[in-house]
Every structure is written in structure tokens, then in C-alpha cells.
């Protein structure tokens, strides 16, 4: 029997867990198990294979995956044919080990080796195979840009630009599970854009664990700037998302390319972490908060109306009530439109979690509370401005909680819901007005 004919017929259900790289390799993941003949299942009880992509960035992230697994065991006593497979950070970190403590795992596959998924899944044995494919890749990049993808939306698509992480910031473990800085080239990439731009795609979000790292790799003088530019080119892609920024490799001139661009969005995901020079030094960030608020007033006159949202980490090691109160004052001053706040968590293997005076959970608990507070202060604050104007937006849908509400975003990712007109559909750019900003969410009318 061929591989397909073994799959006729069949269905996957994939899960994916933590970032927007692992939403787009889960694309690849399901292109893969298509091509295998594999259709999409509607609940995950009635699939023949499970593949849930993980994430390994916080305990609460790996805790939530050993959960489902549980499910999944249940499901798996019932239909002893069901594969399990285990695929992303938390296969990379893990390897071997997830099914020495879980046989019910069937293959663990790393990220950088989905283009092995259609052998390992179609062997007629990978059924208790114990298949674990993890080891270094060398042709990563090149095999990750010919997988074919099942896209979730026919308007906004994934197009990732590098692999891995050079940063070593001293509290993550993406750089160990993720492996150094690989870029995909302009070519490759102004390709898939235009494909995508070919097919009717409105919006593409170029993803990287610090874009602004972008062609470093090459040593030829590429860079971040660059590439804005050869996309900026591309016909029918109306707006060009980018994650996550890094204040690090950030240049002048790379501000520059962005503010120039028709197409690059108003919205810039800068994370600062903290708000102490001794902290950011002690988490290996490579700036101080006065090179931060620099390169933001740069960004700012160049782009008045950009939208900016950070990622803060509270209790990591050795944070004192100071140090706190900094990160505090910075968010009062900085005026981020939201930010993402964790709680540290220790990650075996980091340096970090080998630090002294680490912080006790009720104070990271108190000190994660006092963040919110101030940030949804003023982000309710810098969402009142915007009552009473006129954006433009990409409408996404009806809203889960109330189908006659509709929402899409703003070039700077503000959400904004309006009530359905008859007309409206998926991919529209329409013009909006705002009434009632909340902190999460606007409300609008059409016009
Ligand atoms: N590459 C991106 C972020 C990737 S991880 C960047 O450098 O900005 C996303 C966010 O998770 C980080 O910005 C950080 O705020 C948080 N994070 C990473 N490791 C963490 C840890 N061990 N504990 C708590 N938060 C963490
Ligand atoms: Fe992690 Fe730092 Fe790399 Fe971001 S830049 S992925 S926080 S090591
Ligand atoms: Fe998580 Fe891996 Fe992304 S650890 S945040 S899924 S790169």
C-alpha cells in the first residue's frame, strides 16, 4: 500500500500551545498529514491521529499539555489505534523521555523535523513506534519553506522569516530548544508572499523570535530593513505584520524602512521585560531602559500613531521592591497601549534557575497584581483617545459571544466590534468609527 491509500479516509485533530510560530508550524504540521490523504476531524475524539504542538516557555505551558494528555489516554483506552504524537518545544526539550514516562506517546517529533511527520506517520508499525526525531537539522530552513500548509484563514496567513534565537536571555529556554538564528532568504520569502498575495491574502504577519535579528545570519550586510523593503513591493498584501521586535538589533535605519512602508502596521511589539537596568543586565537583555525609551521616541517620531505593546517578567531573581517600583514607574511613563505580564518562571537548564534569591510566589503573585493594575489604567486611558475617530479595519468575523457583533482590527491590532450590516463579510476593509473604548476591547459603528 502507498502512504496514502494507508491514510484514506482518516482524520487528524491537532492542538496547538504557545506562540504564533507554533500556530504557523501547526499549519505545516496539518499540510503534512493532508498530503498524507488525513482530512480535518471536528472533535478530537473522532481522530485518528492527535498531534499537539507544544510549548515549553513557562510551567504553566508544559502543566497544561500534560493535562490533555490525560484526556487523550482515555480517548486512547477506548480506540487503541488512535496515534499520539507529540511535536514542538516541549519534543525538543523532552525527547525520549515524554515517552519513557508516557508510553502512550506514540512519535515525538522537534520542530525542525515536521518534514519527517509523513514517514513516521505513514509506516503501517508507527503505532507504539516509539519514534523520536529531534536531532540537529542542518537543512532546517530549507525544509521547512517547501512543507505545504493548510492555512486556518483565507485573509490573514503566518510567513515565519528566521528559526531559533541567539540571545540567551538568562530566564528562557528558547534558544536551547529552538537553536541558533537561521533566516530564510528575501527570495524565499517575497515568494510565499506573493503566493499568498496571489490567493487573496490581505494581511501576512512575518514571525521570528527577534525579526529585528533578521539576515544577520547571512553576514553580507542583509538585514530587517531590507526585507520591509522587498515586501513593501509586492502587490496585493495590504498590511505587513512582524513579531516580536527586540530592542537589541533594532537600528535607525530599520525604523526608517518601516515608516516609509505603505504596508507595515502601526503596531510594534517592543517586550522591555523590566523596568531596572540591573535587572535587564541580570537577564542577559543587552540594553538599558535609556536605550529603550530612545529608540521608542524614535519610533514615535517617526510613526505618531503606532501602537505599542511590551511583555514585562515579574519575580525574577533578586528583584527587589525598587527594582518593582521601576517597572511600575516605566509603564506610567512609556504608556504602552497593553502588556503582556508574566510571572518568572524557572527553567531547568537556564541560568536563571540556578540564581539566588528567588522570589517567593506571593510576591510574585502581589507584584504580577500591581503591574496589571497600572497597565489596564492606561490602557483604558489610551483607548478613550481613540472615541470619536474614524479607523480603518479588516473585518474578521462575528464575535464568539454575540453573532450580530462583528469585530476586525486596526492597522495598530486594536480590536474594534460593530453590529453586522447585511454586505459585510470576511476580509472587507471597511471604516469604522469608535464610540466606547474599554481596555480590551473597542465598540464602533460602521460608516
Ligand atoms: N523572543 C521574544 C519572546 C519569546 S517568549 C522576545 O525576546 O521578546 C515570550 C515572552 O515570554 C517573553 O517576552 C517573556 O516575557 C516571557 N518569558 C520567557 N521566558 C520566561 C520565563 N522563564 N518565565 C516567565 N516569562 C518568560
Ligand atoms: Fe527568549 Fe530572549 Fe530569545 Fe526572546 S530574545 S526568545 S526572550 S532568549
Ligand atoms: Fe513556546 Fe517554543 Fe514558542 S517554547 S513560546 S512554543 S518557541
Not at 202 to 217: A, F, I, M, R
Not at 224 to 241: N, P, Q, S, T, Y
Not at 387 to 401: A, F, R
Request: net charge negative; hydrophobic share 35%.
Amino acid at each position: 500500500m502507498d502512504k496514502e491509500q494507508l491514510s484514506m479516509g482518516k482524520k487528524y485533530y491537532t492542538i496547538t500551545y504557545g506562540c504564533q510560530m507554533n500556530e504557523s508550524d501547526t499549519e505545516r504540521i496539518n499540510g503534512q498529514l493532508e498530503e498524507l490523504g488525513y482530512r480535518p476531524a471536528e472533535e478530537m475524539e473522532d481522530a485518528d491521529i492527535v498531534i499537539m504542538n507544544t510549548c515549553s516557555v513557562r510551567q504553566n505551558a508544559e502543566e497544561k499539555v500534560y493535562g490533555k494528555i490525560g484526556e487523550i489516554k482515555k480517548l486512547k483506552d477506548k480506540n487503541p489505534d488512535m496515534l499520539l504524537g507529540i511535536a514542538g518545544c516541549m519534543a525538543q526539550e523532552n525527547k525520549g523521555k515524554l515517552i519513557e514516562r508516557m508510553p502512550i506517546i506514540d512519535f515525538v517529533i522537534g520542530p525542525y523535523h515536521i518534514h519527517d511527520l509523513k514517514d513516521i506517520v505513514s509506516k503501517e508499525n508507527a503505532r507504539g513506534g516509539h519514534v523520536v526525531k529531534t536531532e540537529r537539522n542542518p537543512h532546517s530552513v530549507e525544509d521547512y519553506s517547501e512543507l505545504k500548509s493548510v492555512r486556518k484563514s483565507k485573509i490573514f496567513a503566518w510567513v515565519p522569516i528566521m528559526q531559533g534565537c541567539n540571545k540567551f536571555c538568562t530566564y528562557c529556554i528558547v534558544p536551547y530548544v529552538r537553536g541558533r538564528e537561521i533566516s530564510r532568504t528575501i527570495d524565499d520569502i517575497s515568494n510565499e508572499i506573493q503566493t499568498l498575495a496571489d490567493e487573496g491574502y490581505k494581511e501576512v504577519t512575518l514571525l521570528g523570535q527577534n525579526v529585528n535579528s533578521y539576515g544577520l545570519d547571512f553576514r553580507n550586510g542583509t538585514d530587517f530593513g531590507d526585507l520591509i523593503r522587498a515586501i513593501d513591493k509586492i502587490d496585493g498584501i495590504e498590511r505587513v505584520r512582524y513579531m516580536t521586535s527586540h530592542p537589541r538589533d533594532m537600528t535607525f535605519e530599520m525604523i526608517d524602512a518601516m515608516a516609509e512602508s505603505s504596508k507595515v502596521v502601526r503596531h510594534m511589539h517592543l517586550p522591555v521585560q523590566h523596568g531596572s537596568n540591573e535587572m535587564l543586565k541580570k537577564m542577559n537583555r543587552g540594553y538599558t531602559i535609556e536605550h529603550f525609551k530612545e529608540l521608542l521616541s524614535y519610533v514615535r517620531s517617526k510613526m505618531p500613531d503606532i501602537v505599542v505593546t511590551t511583555d514585562l517578567i515579574t519575580g525574577f531573581p533578586g528583584e527587589t521592591e525598587e527594582m518593582h517600583q521601576e517597572t511600575l514607574a516605566l509603564l506610567k511613563e512609556v504608556r504602552f497601549d497593553s502588556a503582556y505580564t508574566f510571572i518568572y518562571s524557572p527553567r531547568t537548564g537556564t541560568p536563571a534557575a540556578r540564581m539566588e534569591d528567588q522570589i517567593d510566589s506571593d510576591t510574585k503573585h502581589r507584584r504580577l497584581q500591581e503591574l496589571m493594575d497600572v497597565e489596564n489604567e492606561v490602557s483604558l486611558e489610551l483607548n478613550k483617545e481613540m472615541e470619536g475617530k474614524t479607523y480603518s479595519i479588516i473585518v474578521e468575523g462575528p464575535s464568539k459571544q454575540d453573532p450580530m457583533n462583528w469585530y476586525g482590527r486596526t492597522s495598530g491590532n486594536k480590536m474594534i466590534l460593530f453590529p453586522y450590516k447585511e454586505g459585510i463579510s470576511v476580509g472587507d476593509i471597511v471604516d469604522v468609527k469608535v464610540d466606547t473604548a474599554q481596555t480590551w476591547v473597542l465598540k464602533g459603528e460602521l460608516i
